[in-house]
């Protein structure tokens, strides 16, 4: 079993800054991707952000420029890092990982999700 803690969120006024974190804890063999998903009242979840074990990225177009997804494999955590916030940005923000059991199978697993509310 896989637990992901997110932290981080909270409320930001337009032009702000937040950095999200999400430490993954368990037994496992090992974390493949890892990414940032949200979802806005009344839409669905999106993606917003992933990053391999290699640290390839991939982000929306929405967020692209604005948003850094980094990772710490020794800690089994990945971050994201939201500059230049816009109200559009508001959601619930979701911890996703990709992982690899010990006996070989590949398991998808989500976060509790943090609240981001950007608003002046």
């Known amino acids: 079993q896989v637990q992901l803690v997110e932290s981080g969120g909270g409320l930001v006024q337009p032009g702000g800054s937040l950095r999200l974190s999400c430490a993954a804890s368990g037994s496992f063999f090992s974390i493949n991707a890892m990414g940032w998903y949200r979802q806005a009242l009344g839409k669905e979840r999106e993606l917003v952000a992933t990053?391999?074990?290699?640290?390839?990225?991939n982000y929306a177009d929405s967020v692209k420029g604005r948003f850094t997804i980094s990772r710490d494999n020794a800690k089994n955590t990945v971050y994201l890092y939201m500059n230049s916030l816009k109200p559009e940005d508001t959601a619930v923000y979701y911890c996703?990982?990709?992982?690899?059991?010990?006996?070989?199978?590949?398991?998808?697993?989500w976060g509790q999700g943090t609240q981001v509310t950007v608003s002046a």
């Open positions: 990053i391999t074990s290699g640290g390839s990225t």
């Open positions: 996703n990982a990709l992982v690899t059991t010990f006996s070989k199978y590949e398991l998808n697993y």
